[in-house]
């Protein structure tokens, strides 16, 4: 049930991340500095609480490098041109397809079992996404972003089950391992901006920062405690988040329709299946 928990309240703090950036484009429009700054106070959430945590031996932690390559590294940057691009809560609908590249990974390569359940939740997955594309969009919001948000899906899946594997295998606490991905994923949305984000900059991120790295914290103390297959669905719920925070908060730029709410009932649908039938 922790691991439950824990994955609900990750996926919570995602969704309102995914609008508070949205909200912050308002004031700064440059996507690269603006990952900057969210993945920066991020890290300062995470170290905050790698040390609360008590003193730890962190020379251990750096295989999760390679997670902080893929996300937040690779994975923000593209995500937040996707939210400046589509929108916040298209953004979320389609990274509400993670659960199914995830555990179509965990499949592959952590020999986790396939049942016909899983197929089915894969079937609305894909529907959900059927359902996102074929909707018309305000103008303004372009369809290349749909593009970035999908290759989202699949570095969090790849990351998803590099850090499940390396939970079995290191005594690195939760804190400190979240920690080592954000502060890779901010040494790269640093070299990707080419410059540190202002004092007003943050500011005006920290909200989105500190859903973040709590988020981080939240996913990281989750898969600690439960597999993908279980954690993954869990945390696409996100898509909830995202869509209804957008259609109570940006309701004038988001335009949430029908076939947006559609496609987003699907996502979840499939992904909750799949972690029920696990």
Aim: net charge positive; with cysteine; hydrophobic share 60%.
């Amino acid at each position: 049930m922790t691991a439950v928990a824990l994955a609900l309240a990750s996926a919570g703090l995602f969704g309102a991340m995914t609008v508070a950036v949205r909200l912050g484009f308002s004031r700064e429009p440059d996507a690269a500095i603006a990952t900057a700054a969210t993945v920066t106070v991020a890290l300062t959430v995470a170290l905050l609480a790698a040390l609360a945590a008590g003193p730890h031996d962190v020379a251990d932690a750096w295989p999760y490098a390679l997670a902080g390559l893929l996300a937040p590294g690779s994975s923000q940057l593209l995500f937040t041109y996707a939210i400046r691009s589509v929108g916040a809560s298209r953004t979320s609908v389609v990274v509400g397809a993670a659960p199914l590249a995830a555990v179509a990974v965990a499949f592959v390569v952590l020999g986790e079992p396939v049942t016909a359940p899983l197929v089915i939740g894969a079937v609305a997955i894909v529907a959900g996404g059927v359902a996102l594309v074929a909707e018309r969009r305000p103008e303004h919001l372009r369809a290349s972003g749909l593009f970035l948000a999908a290759l989202c899906t699949l570095l969090f899946a790849a990351r998803d089950n590099l850090v499940r594997h390396l939970s079995g295998t290191s005594s690195v606490p939760p804190a400190v391992a979240a920690s080592m991905t954000l502060l890779v994923g901010a040494l790269v949305a640093l070299l990707w901006a080419r410059r540190l984000p202002s004092a007003g900059t943050v500011r005006v991120f920290a909200p989105a920062g500190v859903c973040f790295g709590l988020s981080y914290i939240c996913l990281f103390e989750a898969y600690y405690r439960g597999r993908v297959s279980v954690v993954s669905p869990l945390v696409a719920t996100e898509t909830l988040w995202g869509v209804g925070l957008s259609a109570l908060l940006l309701r004038r730029s988001e335009l949430v329709g029908r076939r947006l709410l559609a496609g987003a009932a699907l996502m979840v649908a499939g992904g909750v299946l799949i972690g029920i039938y696990r």
